[in-house]
C-alpha cells in the first residue's frame, strides 16, 4: 500500500526522477482520454437528440389526442335518461 508521506523517504533526485514519470505516464494517456471524453461527448448528443424526437412525438400525440377526448367528455357529459329512451317490451300475439 502506498504511504502518502512516502515522499518524504525520497531523495530530491529521486522526487525529481518519480515527478518526471508521473508526467510521461499521464502525457501517454491523453490520447486515450481524449478518445474517451469524443465517445461520451458523443453518447451524450445522441441521448439528447433521441430525448428531443421523443418530446416531439409526446407533443403530436397530446395535440392528436383532444379530438376523441372531447367526444368521449360530449357523450359522457349527457344524462343516461336522456341519452337513450326506453324502448316498450315486444309482445307476441297469441291466436285466440
Known sequence: MNNPNQ???LSPEELAA???EMMTFYKDSMPYLEAQLNY???L????EVRFKRTQIQMQYAMMMAPEEEAEETVNN???KSAAKPTAK???LKTEA
Open 7 to 9: 515522499h518524504e523517504d
Open 18 to 20: 518519480k515527478k518526471d
Open 40 to 42: 461520451e461527448k458523443m
Open 44 to 47: 451524450a448528443d445522441i441521448d
Open 77 to 79: 357529459s349527457k344524462p
Open 89 to 91: 317490451k315486444r309482445v
